[in-house]
T-cell receptor, first 118, second 114 residues
């Protein structure tokens, strides 16, 4: 069964430093996509970055990059040069592609709360 | 920003009463989803829809029903609210079901059952 695990309930990072948020996943499908979302205290879900299972290079979006290790089934989010505005909850999610049975649903991890210290 | 509106944004209701949450989209996306968010569980899928009048259950569907009579509206109903259904509810939409298709989320509805 597909599953996403985020083992860090809470993280602290000093402003301007880099931080890695861990995400491991379990799937029997060869085709899948991995997403990271940010949820600030205001509650909305903000899409950050996407990595496809067939992508050979790690995805990057500005200060966000994804450390994708397919053999280990991990998709860690790296935030470089942390800012105070990065304080939020971060969710890792996966979507499988399984032909006609695919519903397009996202499966989420438990989330990691990141606090950036000034 | 994707046009998704959830209503109400906040609601307090009594145990045993029916409650309906509404998700309205202006993107004409085919797929719509209802999730609930609880501490330690992330977001869990309640029900989803893959077209008008086409719906199916997610992993935590007990006590919930849905309806989709128009492309733009997806309703979530708690037939008889219980305290365990106190949660934040999110609606999401997706243009397709491909593995690289982004899902867009509404602002969330905070429901308290007392």
């Amino acid at each position: 069964a597909q599953k996403i695990t985020q083992t860090q309930p809470g993280m602290f990072v000093q402003e301007k430093e880099a931080v890695t948020l861990d995400c491991t996943y379990d799937t029997s499908d060869q085709s899948y996509g991995l997403f990271w979302y940010k949820q600030p205290s205001s509650g909305e879900m903000i899409f950050l970055i996407y990595q496809g299972s067939y992508d050979e290079q790690n995805a990057t979006e500005g200060r966000y990059s994804l450390n994708f290790q397919k053999a280990r089934k991990s998709a860690n989010l790296v935030i470089s040069a942390s800012q105070l505005g990065d304080s939020a909850m971060y969710f890792c999610a996966m979507r499988e592609a399984r032909g006609s049975s695919n519903t397009g649903k996202l499966i989420f991890g438990q989330g990691t709360t990141l606090q950036v210290k000034p | 920003d994707a046009g998704i509106t959830q209503s109400p944004r906040h609601k307090v209701t009594e145990t045993g009463t029916p409650v309906t949450l509404r998700c309205h989209q202006t993107e004409n996306h085919r797929y719509m989803y209802w999730y609930r968010q609880d501490p330690g569980h992330g977001l869990r899928l309640i029900h989803y829809s893959y077209g008008v009048k086409d719906t199916d259950k997610g992993e935590v569907s007990d006590g919930y029903s849905v309806s989709r009579s128009k492309t733009e509206d997806f309703l979530l109903t708690l037939e008889s609210a219980t305290s365990s259904q106190t949660s934040v509810y999110f609606c999401a939409i997706s243009e397709g079901r491909g593995m690289n298709t982004e899902a867009f989320f509404g602002q969330g509805t905070r429901l308290t059952v007392v």
